[in-house]
């Protein structure tokens, strides 16, 4: 019989802050990133906005409703400074300990996804500081991410909730590094001098000592999952050259970056787009477990207006939007829905980002659109099918 499918949802911009998930959060400040954040606040304020953040953007009630939708699991991004040892910024770990009480009373999964690191390991603004990319080149700080791989596990690995570590959220290699070093600009070019794209070969040695540190914490059914790098083909000797023990490689497909690879903004482009995914992940699937752990249901098309890839309002904001018929806007999102489901179970299932957003589609029009990225929404707006989760 074959495995369940992973049907989850990420809990995005909760612990580790996104400024477009959360806008108003940063009001008042010029930061754009949750590093320059607390350079601008009081540590009074800081504390308040972070604290009142955190208590209400997630909730026990999202839990419960998150499976009552038919969801399993939830993947929940998590900073390097969870463990609060990193000031200025707040540690977490309270509020993860939460997630797991609920988790395991609402009989949810949860992948713990390390989703920032040191100076950043992507250069995004959801990697922590945008516009910077050096982690990887300063080993007391590879040191420090592992230790912290090493303290999640040993913390939760006998929660029955915990269904797995994911060591490092999208590492920037090469070709998406490129791409995205023109969104994402530095604050302080002296900060960002020396930024690189992360290798394979150094993420190769990075996911072999993250294991080696994992595996014999971990029971071993729990998993270790590794990021792809943006590049599903560059795994097959990692994953049979070693003996790997339920390892998992995670790939993020987006609608909006198969526009910025030359898609057309329309439905049956998007579709085709898709199922060549799809194509891939089977294959690789053959060995090696494959998760799609971020997708979405944003694309230029339904948003009425090309968005370049997804740049969102917070960075420049795009007039003239056309709107679809409501009916045939729910009716696009739910085909889409059903296109990506099925091509992300050719692998082992998937995680849709995200469940929330802390933003106002109606007051501020330069929104309108974006809110396909949040699960809660969509089902709100029967964008989503249940029957189809």
């Known amino acids: 019989m074959e495995q369940d499918k992973i049907k989850g949802v990420n809990l995005g911009g909760w612990l580790v802050l996104e400024k477009w998930m959360a806008p108003h959060l940063f009001d008042g400040t010029n930061a754009d990133d949750e590093y320059y954040l607390p350079q601008e606040l009081s540590e009074k304020e800081y504390l308040a906005r972070i604290t009142q953040h955190r208590s209400n953007f997630i909730t026990e009630a999202d839990f419960l409703r998150i499976a009552s939708a038919g969801f399993n699991l939830v993947r929940i991004p998590v900073p390097y400074f969870i463990f609060g040892d990193r000031k200025p910024f707040i540690g977490a770990i309270d509020e993860l300990d939460r997630a797991f009480n609920w988790a395991e009373a609402y009989g949810l999964k949860i992948l713990i996804d390390l989703h920032t690191a040191p100076d950043s390991q992507n250069g995004f603004d959801n990697g922590g500081i945008s516009g910077v990319c050096k982690w990887a080149q300063e080993p007391t700080e590879v040191e420090f991410e592992l230790s912290v791989l090493e303290r999640l596990a040993k913390r939760y ?126 294959a690789v699937n053959r060995y090696v477990p494959v998760f799609v752990g971020e997708w979405t249901l944003f694309n230029s098309y339904t948003a009425g207006i090309n968005t370049q890839g ?48 802390n933003i106002d589609t109606i007051n501020e029009p330069a929104w309108y659109g974006w809110d396909s990225w949040a699960a809660s929404r969509a089902l709100d707006r029967h964008w989503i099918n249940p029957k189809d989760i």
């Open 157 to 282: 690995h006998d929660r029955t909730a915990l269904y797995g570590i994911e060591v490092l959220n999208e590492p920037a290699t090469e070709k998406m590094f490129k791409s995205m070093t023109t969104r994402y600009l530095p604050r302080d070019p002296k900060k960002a001098a020396g930024s690189a794209a992360i290798t394979f070969e150094f993420l190769y040695d990075f996911y072999q000592r993250a294991y080696e540190i994992l595996r014999p914490i971990l029971p071993n059914d729990k998993v270790i999952m590794f990021h792809d790098g943006f590049d599903l083909s560059k795994w097959h000797a990692f994953f049979t050259e070693n003996d790997f023990e339920n390892v998992v490689l995670d790939t993020h497909q987006y609608l909006m970056v198969a526009e910025m690879e030359g898609a057309e903004l329309n439905p049956a482009a998007y579709e085709k787009a898709m199922n060549k995914i799809g194509d891939q992940i089977a």
């Open 310 to 357: 997804g740049i969102n309002p917070t960075q420049q904001e795009f007039k003239g939007a056309k709107h679809l018929d409501p009916a045939e806007l729910a009716k696009v999102y739910q085909k889409l829905w059903q296109i990506q489901v099925t091509n992300w179970n050719r692998g082992i299932g998937y995680a849709f980002w995200t469940w929330k957003l």
